[in-house]
Every structure is written in C-alpha cells, then in structure tokens.
C-alpha cells in the first residue's frame, strides 16, 4: 500500500509526512512518501494533496507540474484512488477560488471559496486556531471523532459548497465555516489533521484505512 503526499511546493510537508507515517506505521497502512514524481502519483493506492497560501498561487503551483496534475487527476477521476485535500488543498477541490481573482478549481466538489465573513466583528481574519467541529454527515474518515473533537484552522477563505451533501462538517465562526468536504473517493479538510493532535491522527488514520 503506497500513499503519495504531492509536493509542489505549496505545502507543509514535513508536519504533514511526519504524522502520515506514524499513524501508517502504527495502522499497518504500507509507505508514505512525499513526491513530484508523476509516476509515484500515478502507482499510488492514495493521494494527498496539501497546501498553505493563496488559491491563484497553488492553483498556478500545482497545474505547472504539469505530468504531476494530469497523473493526479487520472487517479482520483478515473481510477478512483482515495484523496485528501488538506487546506489549500481542500480548497483546490472547488469549482472557483475567489481569492484575488477568480481561479478555476479541479472542479471535484461543486461550490466557491470566499473571504470569511463573521457576523461577529469581534472575530478576525484569519480564522486561526482550535475550533470544535460540528459533523453534519457520517463517513469513513470520521470514525471515533464526534462532534465537539477540536481542530486546528488557519485561513482567511473558506468553501462554500453548491450541494449540503457534500459539506461533511463545519465550524461556527460567526457563521458556519466548511471543515470537511466530500463524495465519493474524495474527500477534504479545511483544518490540517497533522496539527491536530488526536482528531487529527484518528483521521489521518482513518483516510490510510479507507476503503470507498
């Protein structure tokens, strides 16, 4: 069983390499690698796809490797492979990134990413910290997390979805904010897993574990 981080440049990779192979060598998950090899990515049973900063720039990072982005996408949409959007990386998974300008997504999970806007004026941007998730639907990935679980957020855009069956949990920031997203084999976080302690790991766990 081969995991395949995606490095593009666009993302945490060391927090996040260091959890994914703990918790795949505690669950007896197989390999996790982080690479830019698209044929590591194309051979691999499941994808990650992280991401800190703007949409534009990690849209524009991540369709520059180009061999890397169409081996990416023949796995998720025509093999099927399981996928996770960390972050940024959730955000990638929408049709239109607003941030700056309007970017195009991958288009996996229909719906836009927007500035946060709390109707509380006392909360700032970016929504930076623990926050306690609310899960509006059951999935694999959340298998021993409830509601209440606490994660760890930093971002200034969130994922308003087009379809409520594809927001699988959210947060309360002066308003619901996406914490999870996904359908199919996909799936995605808003928050980072590898900063999230125990909900974080159970997840991570749970994703290396996943069977759609």
Same mark, same amino acid.
């Given at each position: ?53 703007? !949409?534009?720039?990690?849209?524009? /990072?991540? #369709?520059?490797?180009?061999?890397? %982005?169409?081996?990416?996408?023949? +796995? $998720? ?81 969130? !994922?308003?979805?087009?379809?409520? /069956?594809? #927001?699988?949990?959210?947060?309360? %920031?002066?308003?619901?904010?996406? +914490? $999870? ?32």
């Amino acid at each position: 069983m081969l995991t395949a981080i995606i490095d593009y440049e666009s993302g945490n990779l060391h927090s996040a390499e260091k959890a994914f192979q703990r918790m795949a060598k505690e669950t007896g998950a197989g390999t996790v690698v982080v690479t830019a090899d698209a044929d590591v990515v194309a051979r691999a049973d499941r994808i990650v796809l992280p991401g800190d900063g703007a !949409f534009p720039a990690c849209a524009a /990072a991540l #369709r520059g490797q180009s061999g890397l %982005y169409d081996a990416m996408r023949e +796995a $998720v949409e025509q093999k099927g492979r399981p996928f996770l959007g960390i972050c940024v990386g959730m955000q990638l998974m929408a049709t239109w990134g607003r941030e700056y300008e309007d970017t195009p997504g991958l288009g996996w999970i229909g719906g836009e990413v927007v500035r946060i806007e709390p109707s509380d004026p006392s909360l700032k941007v970016p929504h930076m910290g623990w926050n306690d998730l609310v899960i509006d639907h059951d999935h694999p990935v959340f298998d021993g997390i409830r509601t209440g679980d606490h994660a760890y957020f930093v971002h200034s855009y969130q !994922f308003r979805v087009d379809d409520p /069956a594809e #927001r699988l949990a959210h947060v309360d %920031y002066g308003g619901d904010v996406t +914490a $999870v997203v996904g359908r199919d084999t996909m799936v995605g976080t808003q928050f980072h897993p590898e900063k999230s302690q125990k909900t974080g790991l159970r997840l991570i766990a749970n994703f290396l574990n996943w069977t759609p």
